[in-house]
């Protein structure tokens, strides 16, 4: 297979990633990480990795993954519900068993990001149901069981990096692994600097909340 490119990013990314301007992005992270005067996470969001441990299975979809997407502002609906839990559970976790649990994106062959890989099977397994479960649910819910390895959708990221969900795996990783790893280092190096960051938040989520904050604090 054809090595995969994707360069546009350089001139549709926002300007804090693509020129990686650490005092921007450390100011982002350290907003969405805060805490209130009340003890309360200032973004729900920052609660996601919590939320998905409570579940110990990695090769399972149960409540506490669809609690963790909703502190990404989606709810799973309830016949969809019905349905991963019941009838799909056996194949959903047949899948699982074939994506690799604790490895990062920037690592992974990206042939097994491809259509026909078992996280695209996986994919498509969640939204067969005609049940409401969107590409932004879909991708909210595999990020909870796989975050390292999948990048959250919305339309947040969507404005943000003008990426629609056909192969925006494949292109995540090339914006990390582009300049022999820049942004995946830059990733690792500023985490430091940004207070109340769970050690469970990988690099890929901190580009997410980076992408989101850049939206939100435009809309």
């Known amino acids: 297979m ?15 990633v693509v020129k990686r301007r650490t005092d921007e992005a450390v100011e982002l992270l350290t907003r969405y990480y805060a805490v209130t005067a009340a ?3 200032a973004y729900s969001g920052s609660q996601f990795e ?14 506490a993954d669809f609690t963790a997407a909703s502190m990404l502002s989606v709810n799973i609906p309830a016949q969809a519900a019905i349905r991963l839990l019941s009838r799909d559970a056996n194949e959903i976790t047949a899948l699982l068993h074939h994506i690799p649990v604790d490895v990062d994106i920037i690592t ?11 996280a695209s099977l ?5 939204r067969r149901g005609n ?3 969107g590409r932004t649910r879909t991708s909210k819910l595999i990020a909870a069981k796989r975050p390292r390895l999948i990048p959250i959708w919305d339309s947040f990221v969507e404005q943000a990096t003008g990426l629609d969900t056909s192969d925006y795996w494949r292109q995540f990783q090339a914006v990390l692994a582009a300049d022999d790893r820049a942004i ?14 769970p050690a469970a938040v990988s690099n890929l989520r901190l580009l997410d909340v980076l992408l989101w904050m ?5 809309r």
């Open 214 to 218: 850049t939206v939100d604090q435009q």
């Open 2 to 16: 054809a090595e995969f490119e994707y360069t546009q990013w350089r001139h549709r990314w926002p300007e804090v």
């Open 131 to 133: 049940d409401g479960m």
């Open 122 to 126: 996986l994919w498509q397994l969640l």
């Open 108 to 118: 992974i062959d990206p042939n097994d990001l491809v259509p026909g890989g078992p």
């Open 184 to 197: 995946w280092t830059w990733l690792t190096q500023i985490r430091s600097a940004v207070p109340n960051v």
């Open 50 to 63: 919590a939320m998905a441990a409570l579940n110990s299975d990695p090769n399972s979809i149960g409540p």
């Open 39 to 41: 003890g309360r996470p």
